[in-house]
């Protein structure tokens, strides 16, 4: 047994509720073998340290006669995830078909120095063991900079402390940011898992091996790091006593009873420690939860200036993590304001003489940089510097952390107040979609966070599996979030296939309460005023001002039913909320709609239904690995499409105007975020289906992610993606229902297609095949082009009824 | 026990390959109550004894205290099906949870004489039961026109014979073919379940409370009918000796062996008694055997005026069951023709001087009219005279018989000598679909004809669940049948919502086949000799005489593989025959193609694969009884649209167009055979996807069925159905892809629709609803032909890669 109370239990969940599970005794453990080595790594996603574990599971395989063991937890984020490696080695076949329990662990390496504020990472540590931090202090400072409880577990379980400056090693050695050799060297020097000769031969064999495709200067700089990993390695001395602070607590006490009982422990990793109790009966979770992660992955953060700034708000409306917000207010709302709170003078006649901030969540932010390279206010005089720089966060942390709070108190702009069919206003509404765990830089989540700031608390979200619902619900938090009233959107995910029916049946619902609604209030109509009756019954509710009034009388009549004592007051009252419009969207990737849900979609669409269907496109699987779908373009790699994809891809859009009766919008925030506002907009207004596509561009696109939006721009520029809007409301006037938003092609396919890797890695590998087909892609476009062109142009006659 | 050897069992089946069916004793039975009678009637699909059996169950559960029961077993033949019902009353709760077993019924109805001939009808009956037949012979004749083999079972089961001519007294009182209310009150006066007078009671009761809704005429015709049946029921006369005819056998002693000892006994109605082994072990079941059934269910069928006709093949396009054929032969074919055979020189410079017949197969025409209401043949002098007529089959019988066998031994045309693009040329070439269990004047079926005429052995079918597959694959038999050669259409049906996938598949494995005997043949090149080689690797077989040439060379090849001892020459002689080219078919219903497969018939399209597609569209879910499909058009009535169906038809055609690469094409035979043969030829030829719609006209239209192809031109001649071929291959120089092949509309979509129950019954129960949609349906036929006419009218530029 371990010398701590052992809390937390690694193996089986409590289930006191079908009171299913076995007991068992915590201290009788059968993972025992002496003669095993237990080691556990935490790694940052991506940081190379899974891989790294990896070979050095190989290398010991191969060199010793040892047995090896390996198993690698992941969490479900997308930028900034955990993985925890549990390794073992040991003479005899390992049976251990579990992780590493608590307290077993010989050997523990914490790679990322945040984690030791976020993570109980010595838990696993038996007593004795080996402790390899990264961190940028001096060995003799570590110790002081743990938290407190980090400290006393080291005294109470005598553990050997060692520190190296990976970081700092690996950037000197030209590494840049790829810690793994370094951590690798320190793993096999302080184990001793091998004699040290023969592990830093073995390291040094395996580099070799695997870097020598890359160039002679990749393995030497790899063998430097390894001498260097050794000569910066430092045992850190322990004090007697336990001084440090607290660890800050994830959850603040004012939240709630349920984020306190159950979100807070398992964002701290002790989900398995909660009983299944715990878990809400219905399986719902309440939103506005991303933002107690506070997860700070990034190094530098935007930095604004605002004598520079034009306003243009493109900053925020391409944030994948609404890290970065405007707000307009009157000058009273600085009251109490911090000493450096920045803010300008609003330019605009809409809103004249009210004040202006863009501030960044600096905990929140992924460092994707999408909105410096938006920005198109430059400095004249140092073109390099813009209205919004990336700075480094640290030394602006405290700073930006209490303005970002003050922000959030900044009362929220009159929405009716707002023109929304316009980009830049769009951005002064308050998004309820942040935070996610979407990759940095993500194309497809500044839509979610449109979507919210658009229809907010009217919104209800049926998503399809994929990255979409990945992050949109990574219990125990959601990105979805609500407004000071306590409303915001309701979100749900079913299946992967089933998300236009799922949606289908919220609208039917939807449809299904109003319909009583409006007989119950028709029946009541005397008792509850004719007046108030009537005006319920006739609002449309197309904008805001409508719809804050709708709300109002809504209000009033739950009052007045309130007085009446009917069944039928009663039923209403339980419904009332129906007569408020809603704005119901069916949301998923390319690989639901154009292929596993294309079935449901179309049925949706045919239903005549007021559903809203956006399709996150970024014409790949994304989420399972980037697997070809119907939407990859012709001439891609993907998965399935190893010799570049030969047909051409789907248009899902010409499909559904052949349905005639729907609304349909090809978007690409990229390359305009006007027409992607204003589409969205009339989506929600059109009383029938409506499908939104909106190109996403994508890691599995082969880009540097800072540049997503250009590429956006460049696809609709080679014509891949036209942007159009195809409004079936315009054939009651007799106008021609399709309007094209962008011009005919102005560069060739070839020049958008060569800066990604999923085109030109083909041009490198099959330069005939690559040209063959980049050519037949370059007449898809011509020909489509020269179609959209002539059905925009299409004469019509006025209907006579509809 | 019975009397008669009991060779047949009705519970359970042999299994003598899983030994898992338990052991029984056949005299044990445990269906033994005194008190319970027991009746079994056989009666004709739709001829009403089903409904009158339910009704008998009522009148005798409501008016005694006797326990009821009934099953009913139905085949799953669409036209002259066969319904056992077996009911039981007793004055005890009736468990018997099984069908009536043999020799154990009471009373034995047998409702049509031809299943005197068919099936064991008397097998059920107990020692001294009664049975009663719906015979037009006299009492006196009755027992002479019985199979020796029933008349042996009446003396050894003293069984007590009665005779009614039911359909005689229906039509004489009014009633036409509806017998179900004169055989009902026969078995109560037979049966003697109830009181004589309370029954007669009780039936009156019952016809007046179930028709009182259709007029008091109607009410009047059924009562007297009770009168009429029980003055016109006979007692017949035994004699002590059985000495008429053997029961002819179904299957002909020289068929093969499968055919005798499974399909024989199946189609006798003893599949029950066959033991497990007996099925094919792979499922795999013999084609060309609904030729076995010889259902004779036709009273009048088409004779042929050889002097009027002007062979224009109409009647054979049309005929739903291959029953009418057209030859031409040399002179010499009539060797040995039995007298009456009658030919007429053919009229065309094609075959000069040959001969033609058009014949009827009397036993397999269902009696449908189609054929005699296409024929354009009138004779001036008697305009109700056509050179197709509808006359009685009995004095006809024998000969028609004999001149059909004759017929079928005419040696086929050369299929290299018919120009197969034309619609009168295509009914030279033989059927290998016939005979089919659709219903009478099938608007499907025709379709399919078709196929098995112009693709013949190259055809493969992949079949989506419905009417296609029930009256396609009604096993023991189905109607897709051979060549002399031994060849002819393989078929198969997988699932409902899978046939795009499954027929998919069939594709990739004929290309993945295709693809390694090339490379083998490649490689043996030099070995079987490179000139042959060469041009079996160069053929494209877009025609039939490349075809019969490329088989030519596959045989040459087999001979020179069979001289070669290598394991290279083994594998090609085994796949060989993949590099003739075979045409691959996918085909379903509109239940299928527009909903449950939509996802995978677009998958299948987007492919790119030489797949074709026929969507034999009946604008409703037929099979399972009229549920509302996307296909339904707006204003119709069908399940789940009782209110007509709100939303217009899902144009499935334009989104297949909106794929670019696939060739599309919308056909209704009754309006234009030409462009339909047309369209399957390039269908077929087309090498990626081709996706034909055809309009089907179907008895849940309700109409007069032997108008169907007059309501196929008028939903075309409305534009309801535009007719139109979109062939990308024209793109390449530079055409517009798509070609109309009908008219503006030139009559009002409402004079279709007032012809059809699905429309003309919501203009009856809702006026104002039904007035609304049709003119919601008539804006988006204008609408639909205002964008077809627009694009058929754009302009392309050629090609510059394909």
Redesign the interface.
């Known amino acids: 047994g371990a010398a701590t109370p052992k809390r937390h239990f690694t193996i089986g969940i409590d289930d006191d509720v079908a009171h299913s599970s076995l007991r068992w005794d915590p201290d009788e453990s059968i993972d025992t073998d002496p003669d095993v080595v237990r080691a556990v790594f935490f790694g940052l996603g991506s940081d190379g340290t899974v891989g790294a574990n990896k070979q050095t599971i190989k290398i010991i395989g191969e060199c010793t006669d040892h047995h090896v063991q390996g198993y690698f937890v992941y969490d479900s984020k997308k930028a900034g995830a955990v993985t925890i490696s549990h390794l073992r080695f040991g003479p005899r076949p390992i049976r251990s078909a579990y992780l590493i329990e608590d307290g077993r662990a010989d050997f523990v390496a914490v790679h990322n120095a945040r984690f030791l504020e976020r993570y109980e990472v010595l838990r696993h540590a038996k007593p004795g063991a080996t402790v390899l931090l990264n961190v940028e202090w001096p060995a003799r400072e570590v110790f002081q900079h743990l938290p407190r409880e980090l400290q006393q577990e080291v005294l109470d379980k005598r553990l050997e402390l060692w520190a190296i400056d990976a970081s700092g090693v690996a950037e000197r050695a030209g590494l840049g940011r790829r810690i793994n050799t370094v951590m690798q060297a320190c793993f096999f020097e302080l184990s001793r898992v091998m004699p040290r000769a023969e592990a830093l031969d073995a390291i040094r064999r395996s580099i070799r091996k695997s870097y020598h495709k890359r160039g002679a200067q990749v393995v030497e700089q790899n063998l430097a790091a390894v001498d260097a990993a050794l000569a910066g390695l430092e045992s850190v001395p322990i004090p007697t006593t336990a001084d440090g602070s607290p660890r800050p607590s994830l959850v603040a006490d004012d939240h709630d009873e349920f984020v306190r009982r159950v979100t807070g422990p398992i964002l701290a990793g002790h989900g398995d420690a909660l009983p299944v109790s715990a878990m809400p009966i219905d399986g719902t979770f309440p939103t506005g939860t991303a933002r107690l992660e506070k997860r700070r992955i990034a190094d530098r953060v935007p930095e604004w200036d605002r004598e520079l700034c034009i306003q243009c708000a493109k900053c925020a409306i391409v944030c994948p993590h609404a890290a970065i917000r405007v707000k307009v207010f009157d000058a009273s709302a600085l009251d109490g304001a911090p000493a450096g709170f920045e803010s300008a003078e609003f330019r605009g006649s809409e809103h004249a003489g009210m004040l202006t901030t863009i501030q960044v969540a600096p905990d929140d932010c992924t460092g994707c940089e999408l909105c410096v390279h938006v920005c198109p206010a430059k400095d004249k005089s140092e073109p390099r510097h813009k209205a919004i720089d990336m700075t480094p966060v640290e030394p602006r942390l405290a700073r930006e952390r209490e303005n970002f709070e003050f922000f959030l108190g900044i009362p929220e702009i009159d929405r009716t107040a707002v023109q929304v069919d316009n980009a830049r206003d769009s951005q002064l509404l308050e998004p309820l979609f942040e935070f996610s765990g979407a990759c940095a830089g993500c194309g497809e989540t500044p839509y979610l966070k449109l979507l919210s700031q658009l229809f907010g608390d009217r919104l209800l979200v049926a998503n399809a599996t994929g990255c979409s619902s990945i992050y949109g619900g990574n219990l125990p938090t959601t990105p979805w979030s609500k407004n000071r009233d306590g409303r915001g959107p309701a979100w749900s995910n079913s299946l992967f296939e089933d998300a236009a029916e799922f949606g289908l049946g919220f609208r039917l619902t939807l449809d299904e309460q109003a319909k009583i609604a409006r007989r119950l209030l028709e029946e009541l109509s005397r008792m509850v005023g004719k007046d108030l009756a009537d005006a319920i019954l006739a609002s449309e509710q197309y904008d805001e001002a409508e719809y804050r009034e709708q709300r109002a009388r809504i209000d009033d009549l739950r009052l007045k039913l309130r007085a009446l004592d009917t069944p039928e007051a009663r039923r209403l009252e339980s419904i009332a909320d129906a007569l408020v419009r809603k704005s119901s969207w069916i949301v998923g990737g390319d690989g639901w709609a154009y292929?596993?849900?294309?079935?449901?979609l179309?049925?949706a669409l045919?239903?005549?239904r007021d559903v809203n269907i956006l399709v996150l496109d970024t014409e790949v699987y994304s989420n399972t690995g980037g697997q070809m779908s119907?939407s990859t373009p012709r001439a891609a790699l993907a998965k399935f499409a190893a010799a570049g994809k030969?047909?051409?891809k789907?248009?899902i859009g010409?499909?559904a105007?052949?349905?005639?009766?729907v609304y349909v919008a090809q978007v690409a925030l990229g390359a305009s975020d006007k027409q992607t506002v204003r589409a969205f907009v009339e989506a929600d207004r059109y009383p029938g289906p409506s499908l939104i596509i909106a190109y996403s561009h994508c890691i599995a696109h082969g880009l540097h992610m800072a540049d997503g939006m250009l590429h956006q721009k460049l696809a609709v520029d080679c014509g891949h993606w036209p942007l159009y809007r195809y409004d079936p409301t315009r054939?009651a006037a007799g106008e021609n229902p399709l309007q094209l938003d962008s011009r005919a092609p102005k560069i060739p396919f070839q020049r958008f297609a060569e800066r990604e890797s999923r085109f030109h890695m083909l041009t490198r590998s099959r330069p005939e095949t690559a040209k063959?087909l980049q050519?037949?892609a370059q007449?898809?476009i011509?020909?489509?082009w020269?179609?959209l062109r002539?059905m925009a142009a299409?004469?019509?006659?006025p209907?006579?009824?509809?």
């Not at 105007?657 to 009766?661: C, L, P, Q, R």
């Not at 209907?799 to 509809?802: A, D, F, K, N, Q």
């Open positions: 292929d596993i849900g294309f079935g449901g179309d049925h045919a239903s005549g119907k030969p047909t051409a789907k248009d010409m499909i105007m052949a349905h005639d009766h054939l063959r050519a037949l007449q898809d011509d020909e489509r020269n179609v002539q299409m004469e019509y006659q209907e006579e009824i509809r």
